[in-house]
């Protein structure tokens, strides 16, 4: 791929609007990802918020789980938002989910509690010292990080974004803010 490669959006359900309106923002082409044909003319992947037992199934259904396993063993750069997270992880505590295993952290399901328990929070991002607002939606909470994992962002004590070499995850929501920064952070990965 040359020029300007676009970054694909997992578009099989939850907000991935949103995260396509946020990329294009800041100059980024984007493509919506629904088959193994459109990951393949994607350079980057972003998994976002959505239902993670329904996105599992549909992606097992799609064949896009085996697909994004194989672009992840190449070094294709994926940032996981919430359930994006979740499916991302190498454990899950409450199930039923299927993650892909790929992100060596075990996480918690809606961990902070139901949709009426959703809050928003200011936070360091510690890459770039700014103070960013961070949306938690039925978000889940990470209990453990492996040893490869840098943790990027704490709230009360707990890791709300962590990265590897190629992979990144936050339990908050980026795209339902104006502020551009953990997008610009993950295409400068």
Request: proline share 6%.
């Amino acid at each position: 791929m040359g020029g300007n490669p676009p970054v694909g959006v997992l578009a099989l359900q939850g907000d991935f609007a949103m995260h396509v309106q946020a990329l294009e923002r800041i100059g980024a082409r984007t493509v919506e990802v629904r088959t193994v044909r459109d990951l393949e003319r994607a350079e980057r992947l972003i998994m976002p918020g959505g239902e993670s037992t329904t996105v599992s199934r549909l992606l097992a259904f799609e064949g896009l789980d085996v697909a994004i396993l194989r672009r992840a063993e190449r070094g294709m750069r994926i940032w996981g938002t919430c359930m994006g997270l979740i499916l991302l992880a190498k454990r899950v505590t409450n199930r039923p989910v299927s993650p892909l295993g790929l992100l060596d952290v075990t996480v918690e399901r809606n961990a902070y509690g139901r949709q009426l328990d959703s809050f928003e929070a200011n936070f360091e991002f510690r890459p770039t010292g700014e103070i960013i607002r961070g949306v938690f939606i039925r978000a889940p909470v990470i209990r453990e990080a492996g040893p490869g994992v840098e943790v990027l962002a704490v709230h009360e004590d707990t890791p709300v974004a962590v990265r590897t070499k190629t992979l990144l995850g936050t339990t908050f929501h980026p795209e339902l803010t104006s502020d551009p920064t953990i997008h610009a952070y993950f295409l400068g990965m």
